[in-house]
């Protein structure tokens, strides 16, 4: 197994606390950046029905979210570039470790077992480009969850290598993810100690929004806290929560601002329907708070100190965030993710109370 | 009617209460109630299984009559497939919201420490003991071979 970074809880590179960014975006260039890590199959199946171009619609590669402009490069896709991305991330940015999470077709392929390819391959690819070269790097397992069974593997076999710190799934899937056919992806989670990440994103299997398709980017994105919310709530009420009660979920690029109304009505809700879910035992706001983190960027609140403090008091408290970049993805400008209007203690919270606790492989000693 | 003096002596709220004597046990049978008024208050006696217990009859999310709720078990479970019902018929259901409260302690299920109903103790007697007072029965007859609830209020 690869060593691990030298940067420890106690005290990152320049003596002070480690910091870690949890949401950062590796760019696959191409599917034949894949191919080594594929059978002889694949790697013809590809080559013969010429399919390329694997980003998921969700992050198209000219959408101005997709890359903040000055992190663009002609002719390559946004984030393929491992030394700009330690550049701007760790040097830059200021962190000790950054959490890759690959975001690729394989999460969203029709075919369950080119999903599972595909997801292996990026694993492979990550451990070995990335996580390999910059001792400073983790990632997440990406799954295909079109197959939980097959998801399950994967995570069985990168779950050996310590760099990989938690799974990632996509926002929007064939199937609510609360739902059993879910949980083999939870069962492996738990049995090696990691929390899932819910990652903004669809597979495209339904309209972005609950009630139909909508015309344009501006509205898939926006609408996205309507996908996290049915996402947690139903994590809850089918039971998920209760059965894996060793499991954290990341909300990763969801925004923050809309949870304190879902909290609220979810928890008023319950009181009067708490019968037909009789495992959830707390109200909804208490699970949120004990069982969800959410990651900083894109942080749509206003650049209010008061009201800063104010929103993280309603979500639950300064444990819940995670600090987060989200490089290449243009949510901000300039050199610092955290807004200037963030209170110090959170600060310190975020990058690295917060990520120590709940990514555990993060504090083993090797 | 029963002639006694109103002796009153202190509640459980420090405030001053009397023994309202306010049905015969036959007029609310086990899995009944009954809504009452004591000193202008409305309360809902409920018979569990031959225990007698009274709440007042007004929800403190928002005042609904808690009588015209389902009285129902209480749900539990781990996980799904493992739901059970128990202490069958000893929740009152507010027919307005859902709250679910248990009929004897009053308690709210969801917040138990600080949404509850107010509590009024009720007690069987028989009618021989009440003749001997201190009782109130403003609206019963009383006759000594019966048995009769009364409501501490
Ligand atoms: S009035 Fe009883 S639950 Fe709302």
Redesign the interface.
């Known amino acids: 197994m690869p060593e691990l970074s030298e940067a420890r809880p106690d005290g990152g590179s320049n003596g002070t606390a480690l910091k870690i960014d949890c949401d950062v975006h590796p760019g696959v260039p191409t599917v034949e950046a894949l191919m080594p890590y594929m059978d002889d199959y694949w790697v013809d199946e590809f080559r013969n029905r010429q399919i390329d171009g694997l980003e998921i619609a969700t992050y198209p590669p000219n959408a101005p979210l997709s890359c903040r402009p000055d992190w663009r490069r002609d002719g390559e896709r946004p984030g393929a570039d491992r030394d700009q991305l330690s550049d701007v991330v760790l040097d830059t940015f200021g962190s000790d470790i950054a959490i890759c999470n690959p975001v690729y077709g394989g999460l969203v392929a029709l075919s369950e077992q080119m999903a599972a390819v595909l997801c292996r391959a990026t694993n492979c690819w990550i451990a070995e480009q990335w996580l390999d070269r910059d001792p400073r790097l983790r990632s997440s397992i990406v799954v295909p969850a079109q197959n939980p069974i097959l998801a399950a593997e994967e995570i069985e076999r990168c779950a050996a290598d310590a760099r990989f710190v938690q799974i990632m799934l996509l926002v929007a899937n064939e199937l609510l993810l609360g739902r059993?056919y879910y949980w083999p992806i939870y069962e492996a989670a738990q049995k090696h100690g990691l929390p899932i990440c819910i990652h903004a994103g669809s597979m495209y299997r339904y309209p972005t929004t609950p009630s139909g398709w909508p015309s344009h980017y501006l509205q898939d994105y926006a609408a996205t806290p309507q996908l996290f919310t049915a996402q947690m709530q139903n994590l809850m009420s089918?039971?998920a929560l209760?059965?894996f009660p060793g499991i954290t979920f990341v909300l990763a690029e969801s925004g923050i601002s809309w949870l304190p109304p879902y909290m609220w009505r979810a928890s008023r809700t319950?009181?009067?329907?708490?019968?037909e879910v009789?495992?959830i035992k707390r109200?909804p706001s208490a699970e949120v708070r004990d069982r969800f983190r959410v990651t900083l960027q894109p942080f749509d609140v206003t650049d209010d100190h008061d009201r800063i403090e104010k929103l993280v008091e309603q979500i639950g408290g300064e444990h819940m965030l995670l600090f987060s970049s989200d490089f290449p993805h243009w949510q901000f400008d300039g050199d610092d993710p955290v807004p200037s209007a963030m209170p110090e203690h959170l600060v310190r919270k975020m990058r690295t109370d917060n990520p120590l606790s709940i990514y555990t492989r993060l504090r083993e000693d090797k | 009617m029963v002639q006694s003096e109103r002796r009153l002596k202190r509640g459980r709220q420090g405030e001053f209460v009397s023994k309202h004597v306010v049905a015969r046990v036959e007029d609310i049978g086990p899995g009944e109630r009954r809504v009452v008024t004591v000193r202008n208050r409305p309360i809902v006696i409920f018979n569990l299984d031959g225990e007698f217990f009274g709440l007042l009859n007004r929800c403190p999310h928002q005042a609904a009559s808690l009588s015209q709720g389902i009285q129902?078990g209480f749900?539990?479970?781990?996980?799904?497939g493992?739901?059970r019902c128990i202490r069958r018929g000893e929740f009152i259901r507010?027919p307005w919201?859902?709250?679910?409260y248990d009929i004897r302690t009053g308690q709210s299920?969801?917040?138990p420490e600080s949404i509850l109903v107010r509590r009024f103790k009720v007690e069987r007697v028989p009618g021989s003991e009440l003749v001997k007072g201190p009782f109130v029965a403003e609206t019963v007859e009383v006759s000594t071979d019966e048995e009769y609830i009364y409501v501490e209020a």
């Not at chain 1, 319950?270 to 019968?275: E, L």
């Open positions: 059993q089918e039971g209760a059965r319950w009181k009067g329907v708490r019968g009789p495992w109200a | 129902a749900a539990i479970a781990e996980v799904p493992t739901e507010c919201h859902g709250w679910e299920w969801c917040d």
